[in-house]
């Protein structure tokens, strides 16, 4: 977890920070691609974990 805010946090800098196409090596673009890949990634469980609770306080509520 702690991996992934790290993560997300490296992305938000290299967008803003970010150098021209020149001055990107393949090492960084691959790390880049992978960070955002990650990124991508937490968003989804996140996305996933929001949904399974709305599911769950409607069931609640519904049951109530």
Known sequence: MRMQIVAATVVAALS??????AEISESDNQEIKLLKQ?????KHDYESRIQALEARIEATAINA
């Not at 803003?16 to 196409?21: E, K, L, V, Y």
């Open 38 to 42: 990650q990124l991508d990634s937490l």
């Open 16 to 21: 803003i920070s970010a150098p021209t196409h």
